[in-house]
């Protein structure tokens, strides 16, 4: 068994189908409306649409077991056997069964749904304890590798590695996953032997994890893990791959072990050419060279690609040519998008012009032949903004610093008169039938923009009436325009593009279409201001602005590289400066600038870090810094675990922060007075993402333990995120009860 590995692959590629085919027949079984037959037929059809595209573009070395039904991590916990008994309990079929993990049923809670290392792709957490019995059900993966074969495909099955696997999971019995990496090796030994058994050459498992700073064990725990499964007899050749970033000390580890070939990603991690140069012999390795960016939607400059590819041919005997991660992350196909700015078309490379790019690259590196177009012209003049650059290139540190936070606090309390605890909400209430209807029919031209203005209008004061009705203190305006927190504030801004059917999968059934920034952002109006003043006029209550932040805003796009993101951030920050003091202006004495991604885009290694924390940071500073100290800046982050953004939090220098914290139980708030953060916080005291009430003594006991760690003065009420997603009896029932527990404690 020696079959080369190929010269040209993709480590993975879209699943959900040019029209999100996918997405309509799960959500159709979901739905009962289709059964299990119906369902497997339109995923058969999919996955050999994407073998067949692969074959003909001459990509020759091609991957399968890349399709789910939801997610990969969730594939790999059932190839393994890591199905919790919870729900292995409910006696449910086998697909039902993955699906219950997924999305959860009435008596068990889904796994928790997390995001995959610095993307907009969330993945389902496997849960281990010591009592998981690990056992090879490669089914799936071997079904693909005979519907490929019988197709005349041979394909490369992809699994999650073991070692990223366990880094991955949580324990949920309080001990580490990893201890149990022995163990799960074995089964993936058996796994192996049953894929060599089907005829299979090559398998393919993904180590991300070792792309972010791992300990010395760990480290070690891979190249074990490799060397057993390497030393196995019956077994594929095996192609580790490794994505986002540098492998640093794992490469050297790896390289010890007898695997076939190892995937670097040279897009996101350029220091790997060097790792490797510094390495030494590689044994007869084939270095598989991540030289197409799987995880923006430029096209690659395959000229300056080749070169870093023959650095590579240099270095290894056998080196083949891959996408740096997998084309998950982009969408699948330019060549549908028919209103793109042209300029703009013909710089862009999707999931399908990627495969393109790769065979070419393959050949280049190999022989050097092919005729390889130049790379990309600089953009357009148009894109250009001379006075987005001149304001950019004038400011000062001046233009990032408030006044005293102290003195903030009493001009703003002077002017607002809140209550101790003041009560709030996050921005959204729950997005109905009907808005998204009104939306519909814009697009469809059956609604003009007048008839949609009274639409929302028409919400606005009905959330405002509940407000007032319910007895919050500061109120919100709804958020029923929008359609996305970034997709509404791309679509005002220059230097944004929107695709037609650019759809990225977020998670399981739900998709996303991520704008394009390819050029100088700038307002060309006010984006906001007309909503927010509509809503203040009527109500004596402040009722809070509500932007999305610079960080958020570029981290769900994606964002041109011809120029750091730093200056992306700034110039999105002047655009939300200039629309906080067009707010101010109109009355609006509190802002909220939501930055729910300032830790999801947090670079995987501690070294990157302070970089990222300073621009973002400084951005959302920029966006916030012009406002007068008696107006309230906001911010609203959207996790828990905070870790080392604890200090990042309070260098925003917002007046009051929300966070979520209604599932981690307020442990947040002890870090933050520990970090010395003085200013307003409010902890969330309503676990939004559960259709579950809380009742008003559970609130209140949530509050006692804040009020232990947060003066009243400075602790908010509010619920864990924006509302936009639930239902309003829900709304309503437990909005009542948040409010009556402030009361409750202000009484005390
Ligand atoms: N203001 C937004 C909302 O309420 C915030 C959403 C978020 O944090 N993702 O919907
Ligand atoms: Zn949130």
Redesign the pocket.
Known sequence: MSTPFGQSTVLGYPRIGGDRELKRAVEAYWAGRIDAAALEETAAGLRAEVWRTLRDARLDAIPSNTFSYYDHVLDTAVAVGAVPPRFARLGLSELDTYFAMARGVDAEPALELTKWFGTNYHYLVPEIDAGTTFAANPGKALGEVAQAGALGIATRPVLVGPATFLLLAKGTDGTDPFVRLDDLVEAYGQILALLAAAGVAWVQLDEPAYVADRTPPEIDGLRRAYTRLGQLRDRPRLFVATYFGDLGDALPALLRTPVEAIGLDLVAGPRNLERLAASGPLGGKTIVAGLVDGHNVWRTDLRTAAVRGATVSALADHVAVSTSCSLLHVPVDLSVETRLDPALHERLAFARQKVDEVVLLGRAVRDGTAHLPPAPAPIPAAWRDASVRARLAALTPADRQRGSAAVRARVQQERLRLPDLPTT????FPQTPELRRARAAVRAGGLDAAGYADRMREEIRHVIRLQEDLGLDVL?HG?PERND?VQYFGEQLSGFAATERGWVQSYGSRCVRPPIIHGDVARRAPMTVEWSTYAQSLTRKPVKG?L?GPVTILAWSFVRTDQPPADTADQVALALRDECADLEAAGIGVI?V?E?ALRETLPLREADRKAYLDWAVGAFRLATGGVADGTQIHT?L?YSEFGDVITAIDALDADVTSIEAARSRLEILDDLAAAGHGRGVGPGVWDIHSPRVPSRDEIVAALRRAVAAVPAQRLWVNPD????TRGYPEVEAALRHLVAAAAELRGA
């Open positions: 909400t996050i921005g959204s919100v958020e927190m509500m999305t909220q939501d729910p609203h959207c995120c924006g509302l936009k």
